[in-house]
């Protein structure tokens, strides 16, 4: 199982990224697939979660309505698309799946959001 992030960077508040997550050695259709964050000094927090097929997604308060997670089954690739960014989103963006009790993660991308 592999995870790629890529797409961070510095961006000023109030401007957008968008994350991509290439995903190999399973199944990619068939999995939840999961964007974590973390902070310098904070733990890792669950950002948004998208269904195996894309049909439902969930978000964690603090980016709904700005965030939008989405996944392309054809690519084995999974998105994070981060609108009005502020200075609080920094941190070290990770993508992940659990397969069969298992955790898998990315190496994780920087998302630095600083004027």
């Known amino acids: 199982v592999q995870l790629v992030e890529s797409g961070g960077g510095l961006v000023q508040p109030g401007g957008s990224l968008r994350l991509s997550c290439a995903a190999s050695?399973?199944?990619?259709?068939?999995?939840?697939m999961k964007w974590y964050r973390q902070a310098p000094g904070k733990e890792r927090e669950l950002v948004a979660r998208?269904?195996?097929?894309?049909?439902?997604?969930n978000y964690a308060n603090s980016v709904k309505g700005r965030f939008f997670i989405s996944r392309d089954n054809g690519k084995n690739t999974v998105y994070l698309q981060m609108n009005s960014l502020k200075p609080e989103d920094t941190a070290v963006y990770y993508c992940?799946?659990?397969?069969?009790?298992?955790?898998?993660w990315g190496q994780g991308t920087q998302v630095t959001v600083s004027s």
């Open positions: 998208i269904t195996s097929r894309g049909s439902s997604t």
């Open positions: 050695g399973f199944t990619f259709s068939a999995y939840v």
């Open positions: 992940y799946v659990a397969i069969w009790g298992t955790d898998y």
